[in-house]
């Protein structure tokens, strides 16, 4: 499958029950794709027992801020395993909030899309999430789509 190429997406949540304002998650996702165009659908891929699929079985509001080839430290830095803690990538990184998710955006994405959980269903060693999108931006940002072929970030071109 490393050569199957994918697009690139920062999937975040807002988790309004940890600490007294909440708290931002994020993950670097691969498996990410359109289902239906009517209604609407996208199908995203977690791993079981992760910290996101734990947090998206009890909170069905999340974003996918779909990322261009400039962002790719973004990508790498919420890929990573025993990475900084999300409150202080989160920080440094320039985003807004969905206006029906209240997750993280990320500013300058390609599309940011929020979504809405209809159905789970166990997958090996994965969770697939099929969701409903709730709203669809598309900043106005120069750039190329952030691409993931062989265990690597790529651009196009």
């Given at each position: 499958m490393a050569r199957l190429a994918g697009g690139?997406?920062?999937v975040t949540?807002?988790?309004p029950e940890e600490g007294p304002r909440g708290e931002d998650v994020g993950m670097?996702?691969?498996a990410f794709v359109s289902v239906s165009l009517d209604p609407p659908l996208v199908l995203l891929s977690v791993r079981t027992g992760s910290r996101m699929?734990?947090?998206l079985e009890r909170q069905p509001l999340w974003a996918a801020s779909l990322l261009t080839d400039a962002q790719r430290q973004v990508a790498g830095r919420f890929a990573m395993k025993g990475r900084l803690s999300d409150r202080l990538l989160f920080r440094e990184l320039p985003h807004g909030r969905g206006e029906y998710t209240?997750?993280?955006l990320v500013d300058d994405a390609l599309a940011q899309i929020e979504c809405r959980t209809e159905q789970r269903v166990a997958a090996g060693d994965h969770t697939l999430l099929v969701a409903r999108v709730l709203r669809v931006a598309l900043p106005v940002v120069?750039?190329?789509p952030l691409l993931y072929f062989q265990s690597r970030y790529r651009s196009l071109g």
């Open positions: 690139v997406v920062l949540a807002h988790d670097t996702a691969t699929e734990e947090l209240d997750a993280p120069e750039g190329r």
